[in-house]
């Protein structure tokens, strides 16, 4: 146990690290909301001096958090920074381990690449930095670090970018929440309304998976409070929930219905109730949740219903699954070698056969065609390993692993090992199977 006077002192030493990321956000907040410039060195500075100045739990929390407001700074160079300043922090306590041949196959394997040009020292580096981070942090077995505090700063990055991101489109419309809505734009890519090439942007169904990873986690507090303090949570996934819909993701509306059906039938399972009785109160809780939305935001259900009803709800991605497997199937080098990582549109090479000029929509299948047939075992490890690591083979709580089931089942749909920067979300999903030990 910790002695009271610890306790304080780690508590009195948080509060230079929540003043640090304040100060950090308002940089963002200025830039963004009164267009005062501020180079993005500036910001990589600062980032820098933090992974100085922090302790390990700190320079760890700060690196998760990278994932989320990683857009509006050079995020990657960061994280290299990052990785020789946790590196001198935890001195000779890593573990050679299965992981790490992982992780060396990992470098060599992209590293082989450069007969598929184009490829660039300067782009191997800059992917190669988030998979060096993941084994420092979640493959080394003696790494513990405080996951409250990497939790709970993710989900202040994520609120603050919501915020960040509806105060420059409010300022694009006037100021006029009903502007916004009834001009029908999908909720994330503000920068690609307003031109700005550095603000905080992101792409909708990233924005949604964030919403979803976020309503995923505040979900699993709720089985670890009393019934008096769940009122925050409920709260706080109101706030996600509210901006995850303003995105029209379908992603997000999947994840969202992925962890009220796990999470009831938990509660089901885990309180020994009736699992038809449990069933029909999500439904019911469902339910008022859709009256409430229909009531309040009508022309923002219109549009997700508009989208959920179009005649290919997939968005193209059945299209894009089936030209990428015929793709790889045709061509015996991208079978069993892949592409890399860098620039695979350009080596796609695009032609009237082969029409889709847009990257695959399926984690999986894009790790067999920037790895070849190894991709798709390496992510499934990068998953297990996260898992395993974080249980330790000691029992956990089933809720425990849900945000990271989420984020599983979002690369269904999405994007997975070639996103840089937004990897480092697993961290956050590593705390929370983690928390279960605390």
């Known amino acids: 146990m910790i002695s009271s006077k610890a306790s304080k002192k780690v508590k009195k030493e948080r509060k230079k690290f929540i003043i640090a990321m304040i100060i950090f956000a308002m940089m963002f907040f200025v830039r963004d909301i009164f267009n005062v410039n501020i180079p993005q060195f500036i910001f990589l500075l600062v980032a820098c001096f933090y992974y100085i100045i922090f302790d390990l739990d700190e320079c760890i929390a700060f690196t998760a958090t990278l994932a989320v407001w990683g857009s509006g700074l050079q995020a990657n160079y960061a994280i290299l920074f990052g990785i020789f300043a946790i590196l001198l922090r935890k001195y000779k306590k890593i573990v050679f381990s299965y992981e790490f041949i992982l992780l060396i196959f990992i470098l060599v394997w992209e590293a082989l690449h450069i007969f598929y040009q184009p490829f660039s020292v300067a782009e191997y580096a800059r992917h190669m930095v988030n998979y060096v981070m993941i084994w420092i942090v979640l493959f080394d077995r003696n790494t513990k670090f405080d996951y409250m505090l990497v939790i709970k700063s993710f989900l202040f990055v994520a609120a603050f970018l919501l915020l960040d991101i509806m105060a420059q489109t409010l300022i694009y419309y006037n100021f006029s929440l009903q502007n916004m809505l009834d001009a029908g734009v999908r909720f994330g890519n503000i920068g690609a309304l307003t031109g700005q090439e550095n603000a905080l942007s992101n792409n909708q169904n990233l924005i949604g998976m964030f919403c979803g990873v976020s309503i995923g986690i505040l979900t699993m507090f709720l089985f670890y409070t ?47 109730r009736n699992v038809i009785i449990s069933s029909t109160a999500v439904i019911l809780a469902l339910i008022l949740v859709y009256l409430l939305i229909v009531l309040l ?20 991605r059945i299209s894009i699954f089936k030209y990428y497997n015929n793709y790889i199937l045709d061509n015996t080098n991208v079978f069993f070698f892949g592409l890399g990582l860098q620039d695979v549109l350009d080596k796609v090479n695009f032609t009237s056969v082969f029409p889709i000029n847009n990257v695959p929509h399926n984690g999986l299948q894009e790790a067999f065609l920037v790895w070849g047939i190894v991709g798709i075992p390496i992510a499934l490890l990068i998953f297990m390993f996260i898992a395993k690591n974080a249980s330790q083979d000691k029992k956990i709580k089933i809720i425990n692993y849900l945000p990271l089931m989420l984020y599983f089942s979002y690369i269904q749909v999405g994007h997975f090992l070639g996103v840089t920067y937004i990897l480092m979300i697993l961290i956050t999903l590593f705390s929370c199977i983690r928390i279960d030990k605390e």
């Open 297 to 316: 935001l009508p022309s923002v259900w219109q549009s997700v219903l508009n989208r959920l009803l179009a005649d290919d709800i997939s968005g193209g």
């Open 226 to 272: 009393k019934k008096k303090e769940q009122i925050k949570y409920i709260i706080f996934i109101g706030f996600f929930l509210f901006f995850g819909l303003l995105t029209q993701s379908r992603a997000f509306i999947m994840l969202v219905l992925l962890a009220y059906f796990f999470a009831g039938l938990y509660y089901s399972i885990n309180h020994g």
